[in-house]
């Protein structure tokens, strides 16, 4: 079933769950926007009393830290965790997940976009309760969500950490034998590369999310950068753009615009409607970027973390061989600021 249960400060969508559906295994995961303050600041919060207790924290730590508890009738688990976000503008992306046949537990920050991640094993970790979710889901006494909060959800599984696709699976890529649904590619089959040699797809990765925050889909429209027809990505999908303009503006042959940058003009706009939606992105040898609707998509950079045996276990690349995993170097293409993408894109569009 993957996710269960999904809320924001306006909305919420829960499945019905039975009184084990997550006694062995599962995710919370939640975004929001970091807010300094001088003060612990509550992100998510519950009491829950009656015929089963539980307590839930989450918070907001001065300095740059996290701090997470979970007391379920006489048990209790807390951990804290630093990152290094300093602004409002920064979003960070909170996990905590419990393998309780296995007895493992992670609380995780992420900052989408980035790179960077942050995890704490948890030996002994509890479930959070189906009663328990249900009441996080409702916007009654006893829960508390603060208002930088994007979403938080639920899945019955452990949820994977890391570098996550960001592609519509309809989106058509070029191939050696023509235009294809990326969502129809697997391992081995060939893709053309800008300067059209044919490179082999190692990996295909796919995932189904919460379509809210950092996973909100955005429509990019045609013909805005080369595009012959609408494409759909995640927000931290990167374009790959070109041209006399970005060499003049930026000073290198090619930039990254992340996707993000472009709904405040005419070329983007966010997809409302989706309570899940499926990404799927192409893991090839070098980095090398592909052409889908008729312009450049970065595929997915991995960097090398193969070398890191236990992260990679956590991630979406765990399922394969670390031995047929590439190494990816940093981009050598500078990734455009929000005002920057926005000049761009009016200067594209003019």
Sequence with gaps: M????????????????????????????LETLVAPGSKPQTIAGLELRGASVCDLSIQAMPGGGIHFLLRAENEIIHAALSHD????????????????????????IER??????????????????ARAIEALMQPRGGRHLCEDLVFIAVSDQVE????????????????????????????????TSLNGDAIPVLQVLRKTVPARGSFQPIRLRAPYFGLT?????TPEARLVVGGTQVEY??????VLVPVKHLTSAASARYEDG??????????????????????????????????KKELLKSTLLGQF????????????????????????AQLRAA
């Design 112 to 129: 989408p976009g980035t790179n960077k991640l942050y995890l704490r094993e948890i030996e002994r970790p509890l479930p959070i309760t």
């Design 321 to 344: 061989d670390p031995y047929t995993l590439p190494e990816h170097s940093k981009t050598a293409f500078p990734v455009l600021k929000s005002y920057e993408a926005v000049t761009l």
């Design 274 to 307: 989706h309570k899940l939606v499926t990404y799927v992105q192409l893991l090839l040898p070098d980095h090398e970027p592909i052409l889908a609707g008729g312009t450049a998509i970065e595929s997915m950079n991995i960097g090398r973390i193969r070398r």
């Design 2 to 29: 993957s996710w269960v249960a999904l809320a924001d400060n306006s909305s919420q969508s829960l499945s019905d769950l039975s009184a084990s559906a997550l006694h062995e295994r599962g995710t919370l995961m």
């Design 229 to 233: 027809q609408d494409v759909v990505l």
């Design 85 to 108: 976000a300093e602004d409002q503008s920064s979003l960070l992306r909170i996990s905590y997940s419990w393998d309780m046949p296995n007895g493992r537990g992670q609380l995780v």
């Design 160 to 191: 994977p950490i890391g570098p996550m696709p960001g592609i519509c699976p309809k989106t058509p890529v070029q191939t050696p034998e023509g235009m294809k649904p990326i969502g129809t590619l697997k391992r081995g089959d060939l893709v």
């Design 249 to 254: 503006l930026f000073g290198s042959d090619s």
